[in-house]
């Protein structure tokens, strides 16, 4: 198979199971400092045990996210030399901060870990956990700006081939990454807040350590409709970026040919041979507001780029999926928490198992996102810049590589859950707090 192909598969490979444990990393320990802040300030022993037994799953996932991480940098130097070579000097800086960030993270989480009940006022523990949420978001930020960078490349002149009169700072700064930042995060937090309310809203389906779930469901519901709703913003201000900037990524997104005011939004359907788009719902002046702000915003047409610079048209059913998801988990956390607050039984078993589904459904959503970022992009690497194909390796061992990344991965994702569910399989929350002393 040509090595562009194996490459490609390979990096999509590694990005897709590499983005699950840093979503992770990136969410779970604004929770754990949310849980200890509360618990302190209601000096409730339940969520103090909460940021206990998060911090002993996170370290575990911060473990294979390290080594997926890492696997990244191996991609690109391996498998992508000419674009490291072209674009290396331009990208260097928030590539840096990036690890340099990821130390701060791991220094402070050694800290938070190792000095539970070692100190007379717990919030001075709790102020340890600050330095965490801050390494691992600005993690996410740097290299979420290295993305941004190949969307809309800025920050130096491109001379015979070659990148000149280099400004790092312009590049980080690039017009995608404000819109492309605020996605991210907060994508990160509402998928965390899903997983943590999902692990909690299934205990509570089997009927245990009602309480203590009950709390943690209440929690991160209450978050979660507050940052489902800040990443539904955050997918509008990234609709009007693309809209600028962008516009075949979202022509293609939403199978828009035709330049054109009072644009629908198109949910679901076919093409037909034709590029006739066939059963699907359109919602009226959608895609102009979500574009241009105004139901008159004129959005442009994929006719206005040649046939071979265009992104493939399935990105249609790839941002589909991640409005739909969206919007449940929008309705679930707020049907949720209207239950509650008319004292009507949230804890209905039909309630709570659409809790559980929105745990996996925000990691798919996760997973279209990137998708729909990558893929959008094609043919290019750097938009405009560079192309896939000058950029990838012409090795011939690409697919061995395949084979052994593949087998790592599946070997990380056994070892990671089988360490996971063994670690709280024994011993329930109620358990262990008769077991221990929570001082607050």
Not at 172 to 200: D, E, Q, R, W
Not at 254 to 279: C, K, M, Q, S
Request: include cysteine; glycine fraction near 8%.
């Amino acid at each position: 198979m040509d090595p562009t192909i194996l490459s490609r598969i390979l990096t999509a490979e590694t990005l897709a199971f590499h983005i699950i444990w840093a979503t992770i990393g990136v969410g779970v320990p604004v929770f754990i400092s949310l849980a200890e802040a509360w618990g302190i300030y209601k000096k409730d022993p339940h969520y103090i045990l909460m940021a206990r037994r998060w911090t002993r799953g996170f370290v575990i996932t911060v473990a294979v996210g390290v080594v997926t991480g890492t696997s990244i940098g191996l991609m690109l130097s391996l498998l992508w030399p000419r674009f490291m070579q072209l674009a290396g000097n331009v990208i260097s800086l928030p590539l840096f901060l990036e690890t340099f960030a990821f130390f701060f993270e791991a220094i402070f989480l050694g800290i938070y870990l190792y000095t539970w009940d070692r100190f007379k006022k717990p919030v001075i523990h709790w102020l340890t956990s600050i330095p965490i949420i801050i390494g691992s978001s600005l993690s996410a930020v740097f290299i979420t700006t290295v993305n941004a960078f190949m969307n809309t490349p800025a920050g130096f002149r491109l001379e015979n081939g070659e990148l000149t009169d280099i400004r790092p700072l312009e590049a980080m700064f690039n017009p995608a990454t404000p819109s492309k930042v605020a996605h991210v995060l907060s994508s990160s937090y509402v998928t965390c807040a899903f997983l943590l309310g999902g692990i909690a809203a299934y205990f509570l389906l089997k009927g245990r350590n009602l309480e203590y779930h009950k709390k943690a469901l209440k929690m991160t519901m209450v978050a979660g409709l507050v940052l489902a709703v800040a990443t539904a913003v955050a997918g509008d201000l990234s609709g009007k970026f693309l809209a600028k900037h962008v516009p075949e990524k979202l022509a293609a997104a939403e199978w828009h040919f035709e330049t054109r005011r009072e644009a629908p939004l198109i949910l679901g359907g076919y093409l037909d041979e034709n590029n006739e788009v066939r059963g699907a719902v359109k919602i009226p002046w959608a895609l102009s507001i979500l574009g241009k702000g105004s139901p008159d915003g004129e959005i442009i047409g994929l006719n206005e780029f040649p046939e071979e610079e265009r992104p493939p048209l399935y990105l249609h059913y790839l941002f589909d999926g991640m409005v739909l998801i969206g919007t449940y988990l929008i309705l679930i956390s707020a049907l949720f928490l209207y239950a509650w607050w008319r004292k009507k039984n949230p804890w209905n078993r039909w309630l709570l198992r659409g809790i559980v589904w929105g745990a996996p459904l925000s990691f798919l959503a996760i997973e279209l996102g990137w998708m729909y970022a990558e893929v959008g992009r094609q043919p290019w690497i750097i938009r405009g810049v560079m192309r896939v194909e000058d950029a990838a390796t012409t090795a011939d061992h690409v697919g061995l590589l395949l084979m052994v990344f593949s087998l790592l991965y599946v070997a990380l994702a056994v070892i990671a859950v089988s360490v996971l569910i063994r670690l709280f399989r024994h011993k329930g929350p109620e358990k262990e707090m008769e077991e221990r002393r929570i001082i607050l």
